[in-house]
């Protein structure tokens, strides 16, 4: 029997620091952190609230820059990229799901989904027919017509979810997914999150305070104020 | 575009009320702006179309109109035996010496008194204005006290309709016809025979003398002749540029003092778009957030937002315009005060009235817009984030 070959790392996190400003004062959010994530793993980032782990997954996910530290994925330093190129870099790489799910009220579940394509070069037939697929992926497709006011909570993350793989990108950032939903909900969406990692192998880093949400990931880190672990480099 | 045209026009539709009272603002401005430009071109229009471009009127050098000059008989003579002139039909030259007086009317309904125009003419007067017909009634009977008034004289005067009887240089003068001049300052006027005006008004002197021109290539000579003549101290002007002067003052003045207003109105309506657009701002701050966090650039926000202003603006124009356009079914009447005399003109809508009212629309639109959508594109993707 062959070995089973060790997958490449996809996010590499090597002293990274980050500390915001508050007036006078400087709060140190994360210190040192080191962390490599393999493509294709489901993470779980747990920790106490204010211990820095949805700055750490902002960062990942090149909504906000590091003081200073390496934070390479897939081959590129995201800390590096100017504000515009990191704009493109996300719409290309990272796919989003918030805990309150930040669909866009005006726009139908289809149109919602459809947004980050309307960043690429795809006719708008071809766009549709990409949201359209993720709409049934996540078997919310029968509601591609209805504004998220008209859907509940755990239909709406399902748009989200729709949302955050139709452009296939190669990070979901997930944070709090199932915050604010009921159990049953909840369990639906992360249901759907382990079908999107195993059966289409997305690399998932979910953000959650839910120890059962924690559980379905295939690994789970521990963040207090602002450390991971140590950095043995 | 990256963020869909239906987003900013869904989130409008989303807060309806706001947009419309917004809109409706911006209305108001756009209504007063293209009125008062419609005032103006009504205004000008009508004393162009008054004018004809084969037409040639001499004036004593330096009159400002008509009143103001006095041509004597000798020079009127000399100025009515010029080569250039046409001929009608039956030979004889189309030049008409006419007097130009002032009378005080009292109007129909107010009983207030009005300058109107009262314009002695001979019988080729007619025939040099192509546009002036009868309406109703028949012409006057030279060398009697008959005198035949404008439709908007005989409607707003009293004494001026069809059959009535005015009293003015301590005469009576019957009232035998209507003229219909369209929409031109004759329709204003009362005409009768020029040598009764003279002795009745005892000015044996004409105000002015109009002519056909043979070609209209011929005014360069004619006007090179004329004002060059030494016993002649008279210009010569084109009637259509003699009648664009007469309007030119007072419709810069309607112009100026409209611009002035609106301009003034509508730093309140642009503080209202801003208003209205800081708010929508704010309200979907985790909205710009997100959009910032799916890849789209602070560029796409500010076009996004600035869209949303600027359809409003549109939608203010159009509303403003729209309203104003009803204004072209009323006429009015004021005194032009290059001439002294009442004038009756209509508001007039032309497509660069239209063009610039909604322009004015789009630019209120874009001034409110810029600052809450310069707003909306700076924000910090993470702390609009967690704005909720």
Redesign the interface.
């Known amino acids: 029997m062959a070995p089973e070959s060790t997958p490449p790392i996809l996010v590499e996190i090597n002293n990274l620091t980050k500390s915001y400003r508050r007036g006078v004062q400087i709060i140190k959010v994360l210190e040192n952190v080191c962390l490599n994530i393999p493509e294709g793993e489901f993470l779980a980032l747990m920790g106490p609230s204010g211990s820095g782990k949805t700055t750490l997954l902002?960062l990942i996910?090149g909504?906000?820059q590091p003081d200073s530290g390496l934070l390479r994925i897939a081959g590129v330093d995201i800390s590096l990229l100017s504000?515009?190129e990191l704009?493109?870099w996300?719409?290309?790489n990272v796919g989003?799901i918030?805990q309150?799910y930040?669909l866009?009220?005006?726009?139908t579940a289809l149109?919602n989904v459809e947004?980050?394509l309307?960043?690429s070069e795809l006719p708008r037939v071809r766009r549709r027919q990409q949201a359209e697929l993720a709409l049934k992926l996540v078997g919310i497709y029968d509601r591609k017509d209805h504004y998220p006011r008209q859907l509940s909570g755990g239909q709406q993350q399902r748009v989200a979810i729709a949302?955050a793989i139709v452009s296939d990108p190669v990070i979901i950032a997930a944070d709090e997914p199932t915050g604010d939903l009921d159990k049953v909900s909840a369990g639906e969406v992360l249901q759907l999150m382990t079908r999107l990692n195993q059966e289409l192998g997305k690399t998932i880093i979910m953000v959650t305070h839910d120890p059962r949400a924690a559980e379905r990931a295939s690994r789970l880190q521990h963040l207090d104020k602002g450390v991971l672990n140590a950095c043995t480099v | 575009m990256k963020i869909p045209l239906s987003y900013s026009y869904r989130n409008l539709v989303t807060r309806r009320l706001t947009t419309v009272l917004t809109a409706g603002g911006m209305g108001l401005v756009v209504f007063v702006f293209a009125a008062v430009l419609m005032l103006a071109e009504g205004l000008r229009q009508t004393l162009v179309a008054t004018g004809s471009y084969d037409n040639a009127v001499v004036l004593r050098a330096s009159a400002e109109s008509e009143v103001q000059s006095i041509i004597e008989r000798d020079k009127a003579a000399i100025i009515a035996s010029q080569p250039e002139i046409a001929l009608n039909k039956e030979g004889r030259p189309l030049v008409a010496q006419e007097l130009i007086v002032l009378f005080n009317l009292r109007k129909r309904g107010t009983n207030m008194p009005s300058n109107v125009t009262i314009r002695g003419v001979s019988p080729i007067s007619l025939e040099l204005r192509p546009e002036v017909r009868l309406a109703a009634g028949r012409m006057f009977r030279p060398g009697s006290t008959e005198v035949v008034t404008g439709k908007d004289t005989a409607g707003r005067f009293v004494g001026a309709g069809l059959g009535e009887t005015l009293r003015f240089a301590m005469r009576d003068w019957t009232v035998v016809g209507v003229l219909d001049a369209g929409n031109t300052a004759f329709s204003s006027e009362i005409w009768g025979d020029i040598d009764q005006m003279q002795q009745a008004f005892r000015r044996p002197i004409f105000s002015s003398v109009i002519l056909r021109l043979r070609a209209p290539g011929d005014f360069y000579n004619l006007k090179a002749r004329l004002e060059a003549d030494p016993r002649l101290p008279v210009q010569v002007k084109r009637e259509i540029v003699f009648y664009e002067d007469q309007s030119k003052r007072m419709a810069d003045f309607i112009r100026l003092l409209g611009l002035v207003l609106t301009v003034i109105f509508s730093l309140g309506a642009v503080l209202g778009a801003m208003i209205t657009m800081y708010a929508a701002v704010a309200t979907r701050t985790v909205e710009i957030g997100t959009l910032r966090a799916l890849g789209f650039s602070r560029g796409n926000v500010l076009t996004a937002i600035m869209l949303e202003s600027l359809l409003i603006g549109l939608l203010g124009g159009l509303a403003g315009l729209g309203a104003a356009s009803l204004m072209t079914f009323f006429t009015i009447s004021t005194t032009n005060w290059q001439t002294f005399a009442e004038v009756a003109f209509s508001f007039t809508l032309t497509p660069d009235i239209a063009a610039k009212s909604l322009l004015f629309g789009l630019g209120m639109g874009l001034l409110g817009g810029f600052l809450p959508a310069l707003q909306a594109a700076r924000m910090n993707i993470v702390e609009s984030l967690r704005a909720l």
Do not use: K, T, Y
Not at chain 1, 104 to 107: A, H
């Open positions: 902002n996910a909504i906000d504000e515009s704009a493109v996300r719409h290309r989003f918030f309150f930040n866009v009220p005006v726009l149109e947004l980050p309307l960043l949302r």
